[in-house]
Structure formats: structure tokens, C-alpha cells
């Protein structure tokens, strides 16, 4: 029983590095509840968005949409989650959290690329 105890530091060391999520895991669960309304929810499930509502005015249909966020630079996420917008709620998310979303973003779509290119060829 004392020989276990004296590998437990070793064990707790060699594990200390690890994550309980991953940053991608940690991005996806942010930009799909940061907090309490999804982003996915306008900015759809890759962020390319989506048609938020459609409503008929005077004869003529008028469409609100979620930005494509797909190919926005970092800052510029950073400095929209940040500002106040007409539509979008703001997040006060911490400039981490939104790299880890940008990041979500970037690797999905590479992702979901590459999957596409499998999935065409015969």
C-alpha cells in the first residue's frame, strides 16, 4: 500500500497538463450556449447563417438574417461581441472565449470541407 502512495505525485503530474475539454470542445460548447442563447441560433450550426425571421410588410417580404461569420478575422468577432448591436444580444464574452469560438469556427469548417471533398468523390 506505501508503494502506491509514492507514485501518486508522478500520476498526478504527468496528468496535470490535461484539459477536461478540449479548446475545440470548449469553442463549440460556447458558441452553441455562451450565454443562454446560441449563436448557432442566427450564425447556423458552421456559422454561414441564417434566416432569423421572415415577415410580410406593406405587400412586401422583409428578411432578417445572422451574418456569414465564417471568414471574419479574429478582432473583428472580438470587437462585435463586444458592441452593442440591434439585434444581437452582447455576450460579454472574454477575448478567450471568443478566440476559442473563432476557433470552433475555423476548424469546423476545414472539417466539414474535407468531409464534403470524401463524400463527392466515387
Known amino acids: 500500500m506505501k508503494r ?25 460548447m460556447l458558441y452553441n450556449n455562451p450565454r443562454g442563447v446560441s449563436c448557432a441560433q442566427c ?3 458552421d456559422g454561414s447563417g441564417t434566416i432569423i425571421v421572415e415577415l410580410k410588410e406593406q405587400q412586401e ?13 479574429l ?9 452593442y448591436h440591434e ?10 472565449e ?3 469560438i473563432y ?3 475555423r476548424k469546423k469548417n ?3 470541407m474535407v468531409s464534403e471533398k470524401k463524400n463527392s468523390n466515387p
Request: net charge negative; proline share 3%; glycine share 6%.
Open 4 to 28: 502506491i502512495w509514492l507514485f501518486l505525485p508522478l500520476l498526478i503530474m504527468l496528468n496535470a497538463g490535461e484539459d477536461f475539454i478540449s479548446h475545440y470542445e470548449y469553442g463549440e
Open 43 to 45: 450564425h447556423g450550426e
Open 61 to 73: 417580404l422583409q428578411t432578417i438574417s445572422g451574418t456569414d461569420i465564417r471568414n471574419k478575422s
Open 75 to 83: 478582432e473583428m468577432m472580438i470587437e462585435s461581441v463586444n458592441r
Open 87 to 96: 439585434i444581437m444580444p452582447r455576450y460579454y464574452l472574454t477575448d478567450e
Open 98 to 100: 471568443v478566440k476559442a
Open 103 to 105: 476557433d470552433f469556427i
Open 110 to 112: 476545414k472539417l466539414d
